[in-house]
């Protein structure tokens, strides 16, 4: 029902192109399209620039690494408070929406506090979003490799720990690689993201695919296991976007004929307010 409310939203509110919308206002017509990316003609998508680009690359393994560290605890969750903390039925169903209030709340807190702490900051893009990531990544998979350590006796702490994981890792999300194509390469951010999400769900299929090959029984040990891995990669996604993320215009997003390409000396930054103006 919620779902089928949001597509009769959807259908009443979203329309192709400014100019087609019956109800907008000239002011906010005008801003939005002096303010968009203007394509003239279909971009092809520079396949091969794409598919050898570090950045482009290392936004995808921080993706199925996040996606990792998320699928698996999200999807057994419930298991994990069953096998492992031994919740009763009541108790499980409480504790398991913990992670996804605080990674609500996580994302609201982002939404409207990354620009003012970037400003404040005084960092390039670049080494921001790497230190968000960094730090959301990290701190996620180490709260897992602590939550190794606990016993069914230390359910209340397993359950911070669990909390912890997954709202730190919306920080490595949503303030780290998830919106940089929109920097790297703006024409092609609807294609790059199509990608980015093949890899997403690629880890949504061997997930849960490894957790039950290795918990047949349920145990504290092979449940271990599982945070073991899903720790590896959080760390794995952590030491590769931080070597080679990036926010910086990549040269073959720009379309010379209309934007020379600046030298070394001039500032990214610049870079890609042109582009995103042209």
């Known amino acids: 029902f919620f779902g089928t409310a949001c597509s009769l939203f959807f259908c009443s509110l979203v329309y192709d192109s400014p100019d087609k919308h019956p109800r907008i206002s000239n002011l906010e017509q005008s801003y939005i399209t002096g303010n968009s990316l203007k394509i003239n003609k279909p971009l092809k998508p520079p396949l091969k620039s794409i598919f050898l680009s570090a950045p482009i690359n290392a936004n995808h393994v921080a993706h199925f690494c996040y996606s990792w560290g998320y699928i698996t605890m999200a999807t057994n969750l419930p298991l994990i408070m069953k096998e492992v ?11 398991s929406s913990l992670p996804y209030i605080g990674s609500f709340l996580m994302r609201l807190i982002i939404a409207v506090g990354f620009a003012p702490l970037h400003k404040l900051t005084k960092l390039g893009l670049t080494n921001f979003r ?3 990531h960094t730090f959301g990544a990290v701190l996620a998979g180490v709260s897992l490799l602590f939550l190794t350590m606990l016993t069914c006796q230390q359910q209340y702490l397993a359950v911070s720990l669990i909390t912890l994981s997954l709202v730190v890792a919306d920080i490595a999300f949503t303030s780290g690689y998830a919106c940089s194509f929109l920097e790297l390469a703006p024409p092609y951010v609807g294609f790059l993201t199509g990608i980015n999400n093949v890899f997403g769900s690629l880890a949504g299929v061997l997930s849960p695919t490894l957790v039950g090959f290795v918990t047949p029984n349920g145990t504290h040990e092979e449940w271990n296991i599982v945070l073991f891995v899903t720790a590896g990669f959080y760390f794995l996604g952590a030491v590769v976007y931080l070597i080679f993320g990036s926010s910086e215009l990549q040269s073959w997003a720009v379309d010379e004929e209309k934007i020379p390409l600046l030298g070394d000396q001039e500032d990214m930054e610049d870079v890609r307010h042109k582009a995103l103006l042209q």
């Open 130 to 132: 790497k230190i968000n």
């Open 85 to 95: 903390l031994h919740f009763d039925v009541r108790q499980n169903g409480i504790f």
